[in-house]
């Protein structure tokens, strides 16, 4: 069984910038990535890589600020986080999953498609 584990969250200013990092123990999944939670609003998708990293996909709200990236030989996953908005404030998990489909039309943004997650770490950004 994964179990994912998050580092780096934290206080900053809008505009500036943070670096989360998940640590995968266990086997490695097909599929990594990030997801958000602000206080009083569902969960949602933020961005994903596959075990290559070769495919990435990202939400609209961050496409162009954030970059996820994966070390398979350390078994871990990042998000860079760019331009930081107090709109990025939130609870960010780590998520996992075998049977994710990435591609065009894929199921990635889907939560329920993943089967591992992280206990989620804090990114707050102060305007």
């Known amino acids: 069984q994964v179990q994912l584990v998050e580092s780096g969250g934290g206080l900053v200013q809008a505009g500036g910038s943070l670096r989360l990092s998940c640590t995968a123990s266990?086997?490695?999944?097909?599929?990594m990535g990030w997801f958000r939670q602000a206080p009083g609003k569902e969960r949602e998708f933020v961005a994903v890589?596959?075990?290559?990293?070769?495919?990435?996909y990202y939400a609209d709200s961050v496409l162009g600020r954030f970059t996820i990236s994966r070390d398979n030989a350390k078994n871990a996953m990042y998000l860079e986080m760019n331009s930081l908005k107090p709109e990025d404030t939130a609870v960010y998990y780590c998520?996992?999953?075998?049977?994710?489909?990435?591609?065009?039309?894929?199921?990635?943004?889907?939560?329920?498609?993943?089967?591992?997650w992280g206990q989620g770490i804090q990114v707050t950004v102060s305007s």
């Open positions: 266990g086997r490695a999944s097909y599929a």
């Open positions: 890589c596959s075990w290559s990293g070769g495919m990435t």
């Open positions: 998520a996992a999953g075998d049977h994710v489909l990435l591609g065009h039309g894929g199921t990635y943004p889907d939560s329920r498609e993943y089967d591992a």
